[in-house]
């Protein structure tokens, strides 16, 4: 298996330009997540899934969409560059616990970006 | 809003000293789990604790649970310089149906040789 998938590994961009990070797991997981990571902050979630066709906004989902039109692939969209938008971009899949226990999140190794 | 302190911030150690590093909160949580993140990589999962007193062992890797599901420490013996790296905390509760999982902002340990 190989588990979670990012691609492309590093990004440059000029402010407005838009792209889109891809994210496949192969681990038949329910519910995947974009986080994105900078220092001081930790992990941010941006948006999550927790099933094909149903996604739903996290902590900073501003700037940012997504789709999940099947169980492995969960792209995340940047609709218009920022430079605040310059992080490193991590996305995870995970399943949930017997008896709503908590989950076991799995991450991929993230894309950096940069937004001039 | 639900926070996880982690201390210390930084440890920086000479290789063969023994650490603990605290993950701490005013929440209770269903669960806490563990990670470590290399430069350049994302988190990898070291450990997942469910029961109030709970304690897990990883090698030289010691975790354990608080009473209460509101703390966590992880505890390194003779630790190595393989054992660098971010340190990271996480715990999972539930508001209503919406699951959540609530991130430390880390410790970041240098083992030198």
């Known amino acids: 298996n190989a588990g979670v998938t990012q691609t492309p590994k590093f990004q440059v961009l000029k402010t407005g330009q838009s792209m889109t990070l891809q994210c496949a797991q192969d681990?038949?997981?329910?519910?995947m997540s974009w986080y994105r990571q900078d220092p001081g902050m930790g992990l941010r979630l941006i948006h999550y899934s927790v099933g094909a066709g149903i996604t739903d906004q996290g902590e900073v989902p501003n700037g940012y969409n997504v789709s999940r039109s099947t169980t492995e692939d969960f792209p995340l969209r940047l609709l218009s560059a920022a430079p605040s938008q310059t992080s490193v971009y991590f996305c995870?899949?995970?399943?949930?616990?017997?008896?709503?226990?908590?989950?076991?999140?799995?991450f991929g190794p993230g894309t950096r970006l940069l937004v001039l | 809003t639900q926070l996880l302190e982690q201390s210390p911030q930084f440890l920086s150690i000479q290789e063969g000293e023994n650490l603990t590093v605290y993950c701490n909160s005013s929440s209770v949580f269903s669960s806490l789990q563990w990670y470590r993140q290399e430069p350049g990589e994302g988190p990898v999962l070291l450990v997942t604790v469910v029961t109030g007193g709970e304690v897990k062992k990883l090698k030289r890797l010691t975790f354990q649970f608080g009473d209460a599901r509101k703390d966590s420490s992880l505890h390194i013996t003779a630790a190595q310089p393989g054992d660098t790296g971010l340190y990271l905390c996480?715990?999972?509760?539930?508001?209503?149906?919406?699951?959540?999982?609530?991130w430390g902002l880390g410790t970041s340990l240098a083992v030198n040789p």
């Open positions: 996480a715990g999972a509760g539930y508001a209503g149906n919406n699951r959540k999982l609530i």
């Open positions: 995870a899949s995970s399943y949930e616990y017997r008896d709503r226990k908590g989950e076991t999140q799995y």
């Open positions: 681990m038949n997981h329910e519910y």
